[in-house]
Each structure stands twice: as structure tokens, then as C-alpha cells.
């Protein structure tokens, strides 16, 4: 990964936009520490929310909403 100033990628932004579309990428750096990736956009991989895709997967309790005693014994640091 080849690193590049600032003051390079500015005038160079064409050519660099280039290499990234071929694969490369590019550390643009500060005074000589890396400040940003320059690199290929992707589109999100993330597939829309579908409800009711897991209906019949799995059953919720009916209590599944009510207090859990022990657990909030333990948060509020009371002994057995």
C-alpha cells in the first residue's frame, strides 16, 4: 500500500482515483502519519430488513418480559 501526502493526493486526485478503480489503495498521510484510506467504494452487502423471515424459528416465552429476581439481585449487590 503506497502512502501519499496531502499535498500530493490533492494534486493528484485524478490519477489516484484511477489506481483505486484498478484495485490499489492508498494511505494519504499527514506530515508523514496516515490519516485516510483511500480505497474502492463498495455498495453495503446488508440485505433489507423482511418481517415475519423467521416466523416458525423459534417460539417466545410468555414470561419472556418478566422480572428475572436473581438477575436483579446481582445488580443491586445483595447477598444470598
Do not use: C, H
Not at 503506497?2 to 490519477?15: G, P, Y
Not at 492508498?26 to 508523514?32: E, F, L, M, Q
Amino acid at each position: 500500500m503506497e502512502v501519499i501526502n496531502i499535498d500530493q493526493a490533492k494534486t493528484q486526485l485524478s490519477q489516484l482515483l484511477v489506481r483505486v478503480q484498478q484495485g490499489e489503495k492508498i494511505v494519504i498521510a499527514n506530515r508523514g502519519k496516515p490519516v485516510a484510506l483511500l480505497s474502492q467504494y463498495q455498495e453495503s452487502q446488508l440485505s433489507k430488513r423482511l418481517p415475519g423471515r423467521l416466523r416458525g424459528q423459534f417460539t417466545v416465552p410468555d414470561d419472556f418480559n418478566q422480572p428475572d429476581k436473581d438477575l436483579i439481585r446481582l445488580f443491586e449487590g445483595e447477598e444470598d
